[in-house]
């Protein structure tokens, strides 16, 4: 096994909708993450491509529209996914290519349009559930997140003005990100005060959906080393799915990131991760899964991530900064995208190059993580600078 | 700092939707026909025929003894086939609950106007191992007050009306 | 390269037009359980997965959701690869040279029969603002490739009506496929147009089935079985996807995804060092124009040969024994999957009446259908 | 076999039908704003990339082979060109048999590498050839709404 390290990194802004199409959007990340190394195109070997739901972009083999926007031109190209957790799938997939031998440099790009589905790209979503004994009930997305969020605060006794904390965090995180599409300064009343969804789940306990795209080289480390002076190591990565049968789990805690996690920390020999671990990046597409995720992690003891966030632990200047970028909250969530944009983040956190984000004590160890489907996948990356 | 600063750099164009559904820019639509008709295999045409009966079936795993619903052909924890068939009960309890203010396009629901909201819930089935729950709606319950472990029965739609779907049950409402 | 991964175990449904018996899921259980059987192990002996799924083939939104339970990969390192069987190929096969676990799973599934608006959802694949909007049938991509190849080549349409006869044949000895029919030239050439100068029966009619091969590093393979089957080479690429700009003539994708191939396996002279190939014939054209793409003939030579018959079972080069996609059907992105099935049969005997005589290498080639230009190959040797 | 029972009677199969219930709307994109736009005018834009030394029409932002960015180097590139290869489709994309079949060709404009997937017009089927100088022919200019549909076919150039 080679060590594989980032040398590059790229990202779109975020916006509601984008005039681009989804072939300009990860023309423009993969173009700036190509920039970024001073690298051409004629220096990539591979090209591997993250995107979720076709549903999304409107277009059937996604994958395959794509292509030319993410320099695969008469290149190998593979597209992967795993729902939301694709983003951070994508550099596991492109680490393979390159730990195994068979290439020196991988370009890979996470791109999503949500905005052309029409009426609302949360109709995407009903597809994802069993078309025979789910569908007919016209379940929405909202409805599995606002049930896990119910389970997991009645399990810990966890009250939603905790939650909204992150939220609260995280866009104001995002103020200092140049990309994000929501960033602000709101408080915990502004949270519980919006229009409620689908109760325990409000508005502003939902990151928005979003057009938008990032790519990052990957280079194996006798490339790294010319390319870059600072080349950040994909160290460890771990991803699994869990049952379909969703429902047959009991949703308090997502064993999922668990066996991700451990997998990924066995693989960069990590013992201690709350320790070892200097800035995580951990999926939040809704304000409790960031929580959820960090006990998965094992970040903090289950039962114990909201005393911990009240604290401060958590805040860009805590012990154990989270989504330092804003998150999904904050910055925006182009599902496959989101989860490329956290791996960047720590990417440029660990680079120290991460500008009024950067979290202070030089991080020398950071994790980035995503999640998906029907709250079945974990997907973890572990990096050293 | 090079490439947080080329993220500022215009990457993308902002648009309203406005700007797209009015077309001061230009796009083109389309609206796909995507239409299936799923096998359903032994295990759902089962679980599908004996609902229109007004009746739930469950799997059984001899290896793990678990009874599984809906029911599978094969267990997909201990990864055999699964053995005999059970009847379980049509009612259990709440596992967990939403009360939702939106249908799945997003769109709000008139609550205002007096639309109850939508109580989609995880029950777990009387008979089926513990924790095996399925998706389906609560009704005649006031949204707010329903609790973890609250005993619910299915709302039958009348025998002429079962079409062999998991709509064959209305929803579920409380029992005392 | 330092290690070396053989496929060992291989497991299928057989392929037919429809499979109203079972679901989806019982259908990948059924290809997994033999695929395991085959190799001797148990799904909680396996250390990665790789499942082959596009969205609007299976009906769902994000599909891969429903790829673990029927592999008995709960809880384990699994994901999903839009793209051809042997795209996820490649994919465990880096996965298990990257060091992840000795042994990966590779599983493909078509239900073709449960799509009810096929064409609508192939002309979904084509640009929206460029293509979509002249409302034109899939096919007509196919049409306007078969003539351009026609031009290019000299490829007569019996030529190419001969390929049908062939593959359609073969099918009828091959257990596992599901069109196989006798019929001649004129059959072929006479049957409706569908898109000049494309007929009826140029067009591989779909299937339904799954396939599962279990893939193993070389010490681990050696220990589970005694007719390992080596991958030698693998490669894949993309072409422009764009109808405007593309090369009509040629299939670029399978002349660089072949050559990817053959440099890893050390093959020089493809048409000496293979000795048959199973090859993507979606449309009765494209089994030539692959052929060419991959130099196993010259340009313009594919189609003479095949007339002569050197493609037959018992031809110089055989070329789809097992009666390809024609005769055992489009399985969409399961097609590398059939083929990778059939070479792997071949190397280790198995192949019944269809069974070619000495064979130690042969070439597993794919792609992934109108209008992409996405190709696939992989070489196995015993 | 795999499963410890199978449906014994024919009368036992069913299946569950659905479907994706979505539309779409897209946008034309950057460069396909610039390009629409033009079009409405009776002009067809191209995009030159001088690293490659090649044009693209449809114009893009970017080269596909070296990754340039292109916008900036957009250019006319007039409305004539070859039939690069050419069909004759008797079937519509929903599947179904086609009264009238249509004939549809590859055109190649004339000084670039890029064209159209458009109809022939004003040809009988059978006095078409691969090299054919062909001409477009766009909709009245009140008609046009910047789309490809904007340009109503190609016909030979007499």
Known sequence: MRRVAIVGAGLTKFYRNAQETPKELAYEAAKMALESCEMKLSDIDCVVNGTAPDAFDGVHMKGEYLSDGSGAYRKPYMRHYVGGGTGVLSPIHGWFHVASGMFDTCLVVAEEKMSCAYPHPAGAFLTIFDHTTEQPLYPTLIWIFAIEMNRFMTTWGYKKEDIALVAVKNKKNAMDHPSAQLPGEITVEDVLNSEIMAWPVNRLDISPTSDGAAAIVLAAEHVARRVTEKPIWIDGVGWCLDTAYWCTRDLYYPDYVEVAARMAYKMAGIKEPSKEIHVAEPYDPFTYKELHHIEGLLLAPRGKSVEMLKDGYFNRDGNLPTC?????????????????????????????EAGKRQVPGKPTCGLAQAWGDLMQVGTVVVMRS | MEITDKMVAKTATKLSAEDIQKGKVLSVKWTPKLKYAWDNGPALGRYLAELKNGRIIAKKCNK?????????????????????WVYVQDTGIVNTWVISYVDWKASRLDIKGGVRPYTPAVIE???????????????????????????????????????????????????? | MAKRVAIVGIGTTGFRATTPDVSYRELTYEAAMKAYMDAGIEPKDVDSFVSTAEDFFEGYSIADEYSPDQLGAVLKPIYTVPGDFIHSLASAYMMILSGIGPISVVQGLSKASNMLTLSEMVTFAMDPIYNRPLKESPHAVAGLEMARFMYETGTTREQIAKVVVKNKRNALTNPYAGHGVLIDIDYVLNSEIVSYPLTQMDIAPHSDGAVVAVLAEEETAKALTDKPIWIRGIGWCSDTPGLETRNWGEAIYAQIAAEMAYKMAGIRYPRKEIDFAEINDEFSYKELQHLEAMRICKKGEAGPFTAMGGTEINGEFPVNPSGGCLGVGNLFELNGGHKVLEVVRQLRGEAGKNQLKNVTTGLAQSWRGIPTTTGTVVILSN | MALIERFQKVTDVTYWEGQIPMSYIYTVGRAGEKFFREMIDGKILGAKCNSCNLIYVPPRIYCERCFERLEGHYLEVGTKGKVHTFTQCYETYEGTRKENPSIVAVIRIDGTEGGFVHWLGEVEFKDVYIGMPVEAVFKDKKDREGSILDIKYFRPIK
């Open chain 1, 324 to 352: 330092p970028s804003g998150g999904a909250l904050g910055v925006g969530n182009p599902i496959a995208a989101t989860g490329l944009m956290k791996i960047i983040e720590i990417f440029l956190q660990l680079r120290g």
């Open chain 2, 125 to 176: 089935i009387d008979g089926a191992t513990k924790g095996m729950g399925i998706l389906h709606l609560l009704n005649e319950v006031d949204p707010w007050k329903i609790y973890r472990g609250m005993k619910v029965k299915a709302v039958w739609k009348p025998p002429e009306e079962r079409i062999g779907a998991i709509t064959d049950i209305k929803y579920f409402k409380p029992i005392e």
């Open chain 2, 64 to 84: 793990c003894h678990r009874i599984l619903i809906p029911p599978r052909m094969f267990c997909e924890l201990c990864w055999v086939p699964t053995g005999e």
